[in-house]
């Protein structure tokens, strides 16, 4: 599988359906797989919900429940019908097309006045579709991938489509723009106040803009050089987020993987996986905003009791006594000056996976070089990834998750993120302190096996 799609809230259940190959482990007819969750951590895989057909395929999209019925494909008065918005792909035309299920998302029937957006343009796909309530009408942001642009429709019944504005090209446009979505975000600490949250995927990388969005144009609130990058790599695209939440806040999910390698990763049947679902809200940090996602707290319902160790200082390498291949372990770390200093996971013979803090360049890094990866040259040269950040009271809080073949790791309160993929051999369970260059303190260490959800 590869990207998240059609993320929709309906009667208490989530329903995450997913870019899939019906026919094997490598891209190709794609389809919309489809999951059912009621918590977000514990899922149910469904039969294929839209299937590649005549040559088309099903590319990324959105769903929305159509609670007022406007596209008319209700059955009865009761009937909520939930509406599929993706992108008809054949080799030579990108369309948007409709979907519509009327059993809560089980089967589906394919719009026979597909497509309901046609510019006859090559590239052109991944529509994402919201109701906006101030003008009671859908809003469509849809990519147009080699201009760096999201454009921005406007729809009455999800039939026809109005143009309004365009995006981009801003920030990082190293590659072709994918998978666009547009949200109001919580402001943390200030109830009932929101941003307007652009996010796109391109080059293997997802980036964000912080904005307003008045029903005809997204404008960013601080039009900067500086590009937000939603995670710091290596493996995370084309998250998108559940809008229609509860309690409005809305919760990403994003493919942990990469185009470069994504389809010869050593894993078997399957290939590639999800993200923990992340609460998503903006924070101000200067003169800027920035994105602060949090793993939703169901989460905490697979940890098993909790082991602590006592606050301990580092001046080279030191075991935790703690090992596993699927856990939560939350720290903080203070270093010293001059120290490059952190933490390894799936440690065995000479393997580890290495999260440090660089105090003297202010950098927090990852580094998987020394783990498994001559399965494919481009993963191994895709082995590091950095991002400035700065000391809080002389010290970093590190939450991180290592679920087998994904190492997820939050900091900075969550304005921070890395997600990666590891392949450790089944010995590779340990975990390690270090310090370079100087002694650094570790405290608050708390360590979770993470219990299985089979
Ligand atoms: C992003 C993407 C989308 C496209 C889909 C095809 O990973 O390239 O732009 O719709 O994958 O599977």
New binding site residues.
């Given amino acids: 599988m590869?990207?998240p799609n059609g993320l929709v809230y309906k009667n208490g259940t989530y329903h995450l359906f997913f870019?899939h190959n019906p026919f094997g482990n490598v891209?190709g007819h794609?389809s919309w797989g489809h999951a059912t969750s009621k918590d977000l951590v514990h899922w149910k895989e469904l039969p294929v919900a839209i299937a590649e057909e005549k040559g088309t395929?099903i590319?990324?999209?959105s769903a929305v429940l159509d609670k007022n019925n406007t596209a008319g494909f209700a059955n009865s008065k009761t009937d909520q019908t939930l509406v599929a918005i993706y992108?008809g792909?054949t080799d030579t035309l990108q369309t948007q097309q409709l979907a519509f299920s009327n059993d809560d998302g089980l089967t589906w029937k394919k719009y026979a006045g597909n497509p309901v957006l046609n510019l006859h343009k090559k590239d052109f796909?991944?529509p994402n579709v919201f109701w906006y309530e101030p003008k009671q009408e859908w809003i469509m942001a849809v990519?147009q991938?080699n201009e760096h642009q999201i454009s921005f429709y406007a729809s009455n019944n999800l039939k026809q489509w109005n143009h309004l504005s365009d995006f981009g090209p801003k920030g990082d446009t190293s590659g072709v723009w994918?998978?666009p979505d547009l949200m109001q975000v919580p402001v943390e600490g200030e109830k009932g106040k929101y941003k307007w949250v652009l996010f796109t995927?391109q080059n293997s990388t997802m980036q964000y803009f912080v904005g307003e969005f008045d029903g005809t144009q997204f404008l960013e609130d601080h039009p900067s050089t500086t590009i937000h990058k939603q995670d710091h790599r290596t493996d995370y695209?084309?998250a998108v987020a559940y809008h229609n939440t509860i309690d409005k806040q809305p919760i990403s999910i994003g493919?942990v993987n990469n185009?470069e390698y994504a389809n010869t990763i050593p894993t078997k049947p399957w290939k590639s996986a999800m993200s923990l679902p992340r609460k998503l809200s903006v924070k101000k940090q200067g003169d800027d905003w920035v994105l602060v996602q949090q793993p939703v707290s169901n989460v905490e319902s697979l940890r098993a009791v909790v082991q602590k160790t006592k606050n301990t200082r580092v001046e080279k390498l030191q075991d935790l006594p703690f090992f596993g291949t699927s856990y939560e372990l939350s720290l903080s770390l203070q270093p010293l000056e001059k120290a490059v200093a952190g933490i390894r996971v799936a440690v065995g013979a000479d393997r580890y996976f290495e999260i440090s803090y660089d105090a003297k360049n202010e950098q927090l890094r990852i580094d998987r070089s020394h783990t498994v990866k001559g399965f494919n040259a481009k993963y191994g040269a895709i082995a590091k990834s950095s991002t400035g950040m700065k000391l809080k009271n002389g010290q970093i809080d590190l939450r991180i998750y290592v679920d087998a073949s994904i190492v997820e790791i939050y900091s900075a309160d969550g304005t921070v993120v890395f997600t990666s993929q590891i392949f450790p051999e089944k010995t590779d369970t340990g975990i390690q302190l270090f310090s370079e260059g100087g002694t650094a303190s570790f405290k608050d260490i708390q360590f979770w096996q993470m219990k299985s959800i089979r």
């Fill in positions: 590869n990207d870019q891209w794609m395929m590319f990324s999209g992108t792909h796909r991944d990519s991938p994918e998978c995927s695209y084309a493919w185009w």
